[in-house]
């Protein structure tokens, strides 16, 4: 079956079931051997994932994406900083790479620099707050400011302190310049994007941190002394521990969005914990995690924003064997290992992520969970387990073409 029939037969499927996604993916691009965006559009959707965070505005991925209903975050470097802070470039910068795209492609959001605070660069952190400003005003002054917030991505290191989590705490050298930041996103109704990766803790710690409670597998997890709340994976914490330090800076409700987490499936010698197997245990306990819709211990109805780092294993990247290993595929299009979220037949790495079952009946099976109004996800379907055990049919399209659906006692049917 052609992935378009497949992807438009799935809107209907997660309409039917009510599924709200909030998975995200890190599409970065330093590489030289990485397919031509278009071929990237079905890969995106074949991981369930609705927003996709890009490092540049490049035209040629913002033009593939139209029309896709997939949301954009897109990038402004830290080379671009000084250059931004000037209203006109900023300007010029928003019509050239916002703008045009809009509103075709879903562009809704704006990161200016990336952990800028935590490179110890004045240079670079006296121009972050002049250039977030610049690069909103343009948006106002386009009428643009409504559908498109700017904010900047911050690596976990601007906290002082992050155990327990109701602890958390900003860096004291970084509170006058972060206070000014918040206040800025307060106002204009932006989000708070943090990078946090387990696997560094892991890997400076291997003797003292638990494999399991990084990789979100059953372990006896923690419980915070001042709340009581308990912690059964490590990024949770991380993000409560924002929170936190959040509130303790007056600011309780400022939205926190994870713009990158991941896990690498190789890594050199001193990289303990780069492996496949760990890679697809974080990576695919995190997406089943997220499928659940439910919040972090200390949040426990906020949404879940989290982009996993990356789309691509990409080859130039620079420092170690780890960098260049982050992707959920290779460049050729194929899984860089199974997720355990795809087709059952799916089962080893190197494989089509939708290959249709070899069987004498025509269907494609994506069966739901039994009894109890559970779910379980299969691909990047949620469904809702068979309650009533009647049978419904949905027929897609006309003529040979045709496709349908069935509801029935054994879970939902995709009749090709």
């Given at each position: 079956?052609?992935?378009t029939?497949f992807?438009?037969?799935?809107?209907?499927?997660?309409?039917?079931?009510g599924?709200?996604?909030?998975l995200?993916?890190?599409y970065g691009q330093?590489?030289d051997n990485?397919?031509p965006?278009?071929?990237?559009?079905?890969l995106?959707?074949?991981i369930g994932a609705?927003?996709?965070?890009?490092?540049?505005a490049?035209?040629?991925?913002?033009?593939?994406?139209?029309?896709?209903?997939v949301?954009?975050i897109?990038?402004?470097?830290?080379g671009?900083?000084?250059?931004?802070?000037?209203?006109n470039n900023?300007?010029?910068?928003v019509?050239?790479?916002v703008q045009s795209?809009?509103p075709?492609?879903?562009i809704t959001?704006?990161?200016v620099?990336?952990?800028?605070l935590t490179?110890?660069?004045?240079?670079l952190?006296g121009?972050?707050l002049?250039?977030m400003?610049?690069?909103h005003?343009?948006?106002?002054n386009l009428g643009l400011?409504?559908?498109?917030t700017v904010t900047?991505?911050?690596?976990?290191?601007?906290l002082?302190?992050?155990y327990?989590?109701?602890?958390?705490a900003?860096?004291?050298?970084?509170v006058d310049i972060l206070?000014?930041?918040l206040?800025f996103?307060?106002?204009?109704?932006s989000?708070?994007?943090?990078?946090?990766?387990?696997?560094?803790?892991y890997?400076?710690n291997?003797?003292?941190v638990?494999?399991d409670?990084?990789?979100f597998?059953p372990?006896?997890g923690?419980?915070?002394p001042a709340?009581?709340?308990?912690y059964?994976?490590m990024?949770?914490?991380?993000?409560?521990a924002v929170?936190s330090?959040?509130?303790s800076?007056?600011?309780k409700?400022?939205?926190?969005?994870i713009?990158?987490?991941g896990w690498p499936?190789?890594?050199d010698?001193?990289?303990?914990g780069?492996t496949?197997?760990?890679a697809k245990k974080?990576?695919g306990n995190?997406?089943?995690l997220m499928s659940e819709?439910?919040?972090?211990?200390m949040r426990p109805?906020s949404d879940l924003?989290?982009?996993?780092?990356a789309?691509?294993?990409e080859?130039?990247?620079p420092g170690p064997?780890s960098?260049?290993?982050y992707g959920?595929f290779?460049p050729?299009?194929t899984?860089?290992?199974?997720?355990?979220?795809?087709?059952?037949?799916d089962?080893?790495?190197?494989?089509s992520?939708?290959?249709?079952t070899?069987s004498?009946?025509g269907?494609?099976?994506?069966?739901?969970?039994?009894?109890?109004?559970?779910?379980q996800?299969v691909?990047?379907?949620?469904?809702?387990?068979g309650?009533?055990g009647g049978?419904?049919?949905w027929?897609?399209?006309?003529?040979?073409?045709m496709?349908g659906?069935?509801l029935?006692?054994?879970?939902l049917l995709?009749?090709?």
């Amino acid at each position: 079956m052609e992935f378009t029939r497949f992807f438009n037969c799935v809107s209907v499927i997660l309409s039917i079931s009510g599924m709200v996604n909030s998975l995200g993916i890190n599409y970065g691009q330093i590489a030289d051997n990485l397919p031509p965006p278009e071929k990237v559009v079905p890969l995106v959707k074949s991981i369930g994932a609705t927003r996709v965070k890009l490092y540049d505005a490049d035209p040629r991925v913002l033009s593939s994406f139209a029309n896709t209903g997939v949301e954009f975050i897109i990038g402004l470097g830290n080379g671009d900083l000084a250059n931004m802070r000037d209203p006109n470039n900023a300007l010029e910068w928003v019509k050239e790479n916002v703008q045009s795209h809009l509103p075709d492609t879903k562009i809704t959001c704006i990161f200016v620099g990336n952990e800028v605070l935590t490179f110890n660069d004045t240079s670079l952190s006296g121009n972050l707050l002049p250039a977030m400003q610049s690069v909103h005003t343009a948006l106002v002054n386009l009428g643009l400011d409504k559908q498109v917030t700017v904010t900047t991505a911050h690596s976990l290191a601007i906290l002082q302190t992050s155990y327990p989590p109701s602890a958390g705490a900003f860096r004291e050298d970084l509170v006058d310049i972060l206070s000014q930041t918040l206040s800025f996103h307060q106002k204009t109704g932006s989000p708070f994007l943090i990078n946090a990766y387990p696997f560094f803790a892991y890997k400076e710690n291997p003797k003292q941190v638990s494999l399991d409670y990084v990789l979100f597998q059953p372990n006896q997890g923690i419980i915070d002394p001042a709340t009581n709340l308990r912690y059964d994976n490590m990024l949770y914490s991380q993000i409560d521990a924002v929170y936190s330090a959040l509130a303790s800076s007056g600011y309780k409700k400022l939205p926190v969005h994870i713009s990158e987490t991941g896990w690498p499936s190789k890594g050199d010698e001193d990289e303990a914990g780069a492996t496949l197997d760990n890679a697809k245990k974080y990576n695919g306990n995190l997406i089943k995690l997220m499928s659940e819709n439910t919040g972090t211990p200390m949040r426990p109805d906020s949404d879940l924003n989290i982009y996993v780092f990356a789309l691509f294993n990409e080859n130039m990247k620079p420092g170690p064997t780890s960098e260049r290993n982050y992707g959920l595929f290779q460049p050729d299009g194929t899984p860089a290992y199974a997720l355990g979220i795809t087709n059952s037949n799916d089962s080893t790495a190197g494989g089509s992520i939708f290959s249709p079952t070899s069987s004498a009946t025509g269907y494609l099976s994506i069966s739901s969970a039994t009894g109890r109004g559970r779910y379980q996800i299969v691909g990047n379907i949620k469904l809702r387990g068979g309650e009533s055990g009647g049978i419904s049919t949905w027929l897609l399209g006309k003529g040979p073409g045709m496709l349908g659906l069935e509801l029935g006692r054994e879970g939902l049917l995709l009749l090709v």
